[in-house]
């Protein structure tokens, strides 16, 4: 019998999101990507809430900032690859490509997707459809390319894209809507993007937040996701070429749009 996820977005610093799960046939409790301790804690604590779980997805401080004042309260494992034990605070469990970690009575599934950082991981809960994925995937964007290839980061991207439509992305950032900007420039006759920007300009308006988003939605409107199709290889000038290679162009763009 599959169990469910009771997932929580916790807003923090100036545009962060710590996600905050829990499991409840067993109580397991966990913390994904905790920028800062204090907000969590406290968010648990509202909750009656026992944090018993770390799971980082890289190295950034705006994502580990959190873990060692978050453990000291509660004495919870912190989850991370083994590739960046050096570079995550206080890591007790080392995962990598294809282990299965079971969280309470659920599993994730890790998959190494280089890119953003060199030991970027995310965890796939299948049953649960639900893929915490850090800074790879955001909607209607992708993070910057700071330790990765081109081939590397276009590589991860596929591997999540090939997760089925219905696995909510629950991603670190609220970029949405600069990312939607960028977006529209790129693939200008795409009808579900334009719509999916006046949904999401509809949504800030009134201070909703616009993660999660839905896989199946990113496939669609996602220029990132999309750099082995016409469409975008064609807005690019880049019509057949390595999709790896079309992907450095859009990231390129994206890097200094304004």
Known sequence: MSTSLEI????????????????????????VDPAVAA???????????????????????????GN?????????????????R??????????????????????????????????HIAYAFRDQRALFCGDTIFALGCG??????PQQFWTSLSRLRSLPDDM???CAHEYTQSNARFAVTVETDNGQLMARRA?????????????PSLLGEEKQTNPFLRADLPGVQKAVGMVGKDPALVFAEVRQRKDVFR
């Open 168 to 170: 909510r992305v629950y």
């Open 144 to 149: 910057k390319m700071f330790e990765g290839t």
């Open 86 to 119: 050096a570079r995550i605070p206080g890591i007790d469990v080392e995962v990598d490509d294809g282990d299965r970690y079971r969280f309470g009575e659920a599993e994730a599934e890790i998959f190494f997707i280089p890119g953003h950082t060199s030991g």
């Open 199 to 211: 949904a999401v300009d509809a949504a800030r308006a009134r201070g909703e937040a616009t993660v």
């Open 8 to 31: 929580v977005r916790i807003p923090v610093l100036s545009d962060n999101y710590v996600w905050l799960m829990r499991e409840p046939q067993s109580g397991c409790v966990g913390v």
């Open 39 to 65: 907000p969590v804690l406290a968010e648990a604590e509202k909750r009656r809430w026992k944090i018993s779980h770390i799971l980082n997805t890289h190295h950034h401080g705006d994502h580990v900032g």
């Open 68 to 84: 060692m004042e978050i453990r000291q309260a509660t004495g919870c494992t912190i989850v991370g690859n083994r590739r960046d």
